[in-house]
């Protein structure tokens, strides 16, 4: 199946600064990526969607502006987090989609774990 | 509105079958997938349902009954290793995924 390359797995950062997360489709063109957040034990939530070259479709209750989404390239999507508060510390993870075989299919890549202390 | 639903969690033991089940009402139908999510990973792909029917994959089988909103996702012969999160997914009518919460599957020795 289609690679999706998610860096950093992990990163621990100060309340007030920036963290920028990148999510690369490795052998496949992606003009849609997602983005979503998991709180412990709840499912996916879904905060935006990465279309390339156009601005990010945001969920409702997500705030464009401190989740700023780059989708630049078919193969590249970047969330930052923007003035990063304890609250915002959770596990981050993109995923694009591939249509294959007449179907859609989405592939994770491996999230980030973001800790705000 | 949209709404999938699973079971929060469930028990099993080594060596046993287990089924978990989800049933789903969206906006259209354009197909099913479970993953599977160990604790602090993403989730990776199990299998895909379009169509009536079961579909095995070694140890893993997935059924689908579209008339009926339903699915289930039957793991056979259970290893510890199965221990995790069990996701449903619905494509809809526009080709975005809905996922339901999760089933949280503990195996037993």
């Known amino acids: 199946g289609a690679v999706v390359s998610q860096h950093p797995s992990r990163v621990i950062c100060k309340s007030g600064t920036s963290v920028k997360i990148e999510c690369r489709s490795l052998d496949f063109q992606a003009t849609t990526m997602f983005w979503y957040r998991q709180f412990p034990k709840k499912s996916l939530m879904l905060m935006a969607t990465?279309?390339?070259?156009?601005?990010?479709?945001?969920e409702q209750g997500v705030e464009k502006d401190k989740f700023l989404i780059n989708h630049a390239s078919l193969t590249l999507s970047t969330l930052t987090v923007t003035s990063a508060h304890p609250e915002d510390s959770s596990f981050y993870i993109c995923?694009?989609?591939?249509?294959?075989?007449?179907?859609?299919?989405?592939?994770f890549g491996q999230g980030t774990r973001l800790t705000v202390v | 509105g949209q709404n999938i639903d699973q079971p929060t969690e469930m028990t099993a033991t080594e060596g046993a079958i287990v089924q978990i089940n989800c049933t789903y009402q969206?906006?259209?139908?354009?197909?099913l997938f479970w993953y599977q999510q160990h604790a602090g990973e993403a989730p990776t792909f199990l299998s895909y349902?379009?169509l009536d029917g079961l579909e095995e994959k070694g140890r893993f089988s997935s059924f689908l009954s579209r008339s009926k909103g339903y699915s289930y996702l039957l793991l056979k012969e259970l290893q510890m290793k199965d221990s995790a999160s069990y996701l449903c997914?619905?494509?809809?009518?526009?080709?975005?995924?809905?996922w339901g919460a999760g089933t949280k599957l503990i195996i037993k020795p």
């Open positions: 969206t906006s259209g139908f354009n197909g």
């Open positions: 349902n379009v």
């Open positions: 997914a619905v494509v809809d009518s526009n080709y975005q995924l809905i």
């Open positions: 990465s279309n390339e070259g156009s601005k990010a479709t945001y």
């Open positions: 995923s694009a989609r591939s249509n294959w075989g007449g179907h859609t299919e989405a592939f």
